[in-house]
């Protein structure tokens, strides 16, 4: 069973510095990783491999610097990795975004699985997966929280929150799994370096037939600005009063700021 | 000149702090306070490939590097600042090495193979009661019977002596014995194996130490009665010891100062946030410029800390393993003995000024601070080199020989 997974080389959201004067995050330099949830899609391709056989494949569009995202990617065990360098320096949306991973995906052959993180935990808009579903006509399983394959069948087990659903299609099929699918596995120091020797190319928009140009054409939202919220303490403080005042106070408080009903 | 981790190293980094953050750090408190072994997450830490780092595959390591295993103490000293762990660590790492530099080959692949599942330790075992710095007055000696050594005498302050005992396999040391006249030309390296395939070796003699810190870690001695060493368990050639010791004592004092600067860093960092929230006449400590100043005396030396350390692993590395013609195993002698006297003293100034901004909270049990203080400390007194020896080294190495006698 061959499997592809999308993955992409996200900010880290949570080592971010902010600048106190302007309040947008400073992103030259930032640190960068793989995305959780993407995590969990390659840990969960690599269970498929080991179960059912085949090989995973991973493929990202990002800045040249991604490489260590896929070496982090193979050291998880997938078996080959593919970046495609970002012309826009990350200014392209997600529809131009899944417009390159479909090409990606064309020119690397025939997959019977496509998996991606439900979202990217900088981002976070949740829109490549579906796209790119619909540019390779395959069908869709969202939020997997379990995947189980069975011949050329796939069922997967739908987190909505509140309930979850029950999804079977036959393969080729793209499915977007949750954070709670797995625990992706800690790569031992062999593992880490025997990526350094799995197959890992670099290719250009250009090499899958599109122009640098009509991705920016196509691509439909511009981040016109990044600022950061601000969540100001109210730094209420009861003092001197004995506990039972002073938790019903609390507590009127809080249903003044409409915290409790 | 390239201040770059590479990718591995970065992710490897990565990897170590997941671990350490989901397997240690819960739990270091407690195994400190309670002086428990940590048996069991020692099998977790070899399955994770944290000891033999530098170990080729063959002999069942990771095929690393010394940057690489002070990458790993680093972070596992971060999230376990008493040092129990990295300083168990720390000998799996730097002496398993040693051995697969000067040992036979079917001692390597008895005894590494079994250091590097977690199943065996293999550590050093120099120092005895008239002293650990004196390297040139030891005394236990070994005298050659046939293909065998018989082997009398006594070391003390050895870690691991527990250890040892309660692994599946065993283990034991790496272990200079006189083996001809006087002096430091008499030396011969000898492993000792107190226990193999399960049994402990006749002519063994245990005895332990209660230290004041590092609780997860045990010191003992050893005495041997006629205790039989074959000749393949001779590490180099005989009466060449001192000088494969004082090599291998380059490499033993890179790792520990990769351990000292995890836990260094670990203290300022809780320093750091202590200061931002603590207050005082109305304003955050860290306002003071008697707080703000110390932090930042102690932020420079910790940040020459890393670059000691990482030089010295880096330029191991260019002789050990990549046999770069530039440099000699001489060239090792003056950056891994800086680093070993320079970061458990800086470990140490910066576990005395932070439990001051803790205040009467830092001298209390429940501040995690003194665990690593007085772990750490360890390294100020002795252990790869007593502080006024690495200035000897130093001072030797830098003035000449003849002109500091």
Redesign the interface.
Known sequence: MNILVCVKYALDVTELRIDPSSKTPTLQGAPRKVSDIDKNAVEEAVVLKEKHGGKVVILTFGPKEATGGLKEALAIGADEAYLVEDPSNGLLDTRATSIVLAAGIKKLGNFDLILCGEATVDGFSSQVGPRLAEKLGIPLLSYARKVVVNGDEVTVERDLEDRYEVLKTKLPALISVTREINTPRIPPLMAILKASKKKSEIWKVEDLGLSSDELSKSSSVQISEIQVLESKRKGVIIKDKPPAEAAEELVNLLIKDKCLG | MDFKFS??E???R??VR??CQ?NIAPMWVEMDEKRELPLDLYKRMA????FG?PVK?EYGG???TLT?ACI?LEEIAYAEPSVAIPVYTLLQNGWPYALQLFGSEEAKQEILPKVCDGTGFYSIATTETQGGSDLAGIKMAAAKHGDKWILNGEKVYISGVEEVQKLDWGGGWFTLVRTGGSGAQGLTVISVLAKRDGKIAEGFEPSMFEEIGRGGLTTGGFKLTDFEVEDKYRVGEVNKGMSISLQCFNLARIVVAAACLGSARWALDQGIDYIKQRKLFGRMISSFQGISFREADLYMKLEAAKLFVYKAAWLADRIYLYNDPDFSVYDLNVPATIAKYWVPDTCAEIYQEVLKWFGAYGYTKECPLYRGWLGTWSYNIGAEGAMNVLKYIIARDTIGKEYIK
Do not use: H, R, V, Y
Request: glycine share 14%; aromatic share 10%.
């Open positions: 990718e591995e970065k992710i490897f990565e990897s997941e671990f989901n399955a994770q490939g944290l780092i595959p990771s095929g690393g690489m790993a």
